[in-house]
């Protein structure tokens, strides 16, 4: 068994590769096969850039507003107590709504993330 003492770990700045916008993280823990668990917070308007997890994610939204959507279909509005599952190698992004910060856990799957290209504005709002 691990533990992750949350007293004894600090936050990181989301950085430009992976985000825009002000994003802070703590990542809990990562067992072997590349399953990670953390924490994110996301100022208002900030989000991942488009990104997939090869085994899939889920987002456990705990306050705030935010926005979640895969390429190609409709966004979702996110309030606390949301749950998103993001299946395997679906090209998405998720952050905060414009007028809200938003905080979720997040446990991915499957090994390293899969950075992509910036979201743009137009994205952002696009189908919202």
Same mark, same amino acid.
């Given at each position: 068994?691990?533990?992750?003492?949350?007293?004894?770990?600090?936050?990181?700045?989301g950085?430009q =590769? +992976?985000?825009s /916008? *002000?994003?802070?993280?703590?990542?809990?823990l990562?067992d072997?096969?590349?399953? #990670?668990?953390? !924490?994110?917070?996301?100022?208002?308007?900030?989000?991942?850039?488009?990104?997939?997890h090869?085994?899939?994610?889920?987002?456990?939204?705990?306050s705030?507003?935010?926005? =979640? +959507?895969?390429? /190609? *279909?409709q966004?979702?509005?996110?309030?606390p107590?949301?749950?998103?599952h993001? #299946?395997?190698? !679906?090209?998405h992004f998720?952050?905060?709504?414009?007028?809200?910060?938003?905080v979720?856990?997040a446990?991915s799957?499957?090994?390293p993330?899969?950075?992509?290209?910036?979201?743009?504005?137009?994205?952002?709002?696009q189908?919202?």
């Open positions: 068994m691990r533990v992750d003492e949350a007293r004894g770990s600090g936050y990181e700045r950085d =590769a +992976r985000f /916008g *002000e994003v802070w993280l703590r990542y809990a990562t072997d096969a590349g399953t #990670t668990l953390g !924490e994110v917070h996301f100022a208002a308007a900030a989000r991942t850039h488009w990104h997939r090869p085994g899939g994610q889920f987002l456990h939204v705990l705030g507003r935010g926005r =979640a +959507r895969t390429r /190609g *279909e966004g979702r509005l996110l309030f107590g949301d749950v998103v993001v #299946t395997a190698d !679906e090209l998720h952050g905060g709504d414009p007028g809200s910060p938003m979720h856990v446990l799957a499957g090994g993330t899969q950075w992509g290209d910036p979201v743009a504005d137009e994205e952002y709002d189908g919202f």
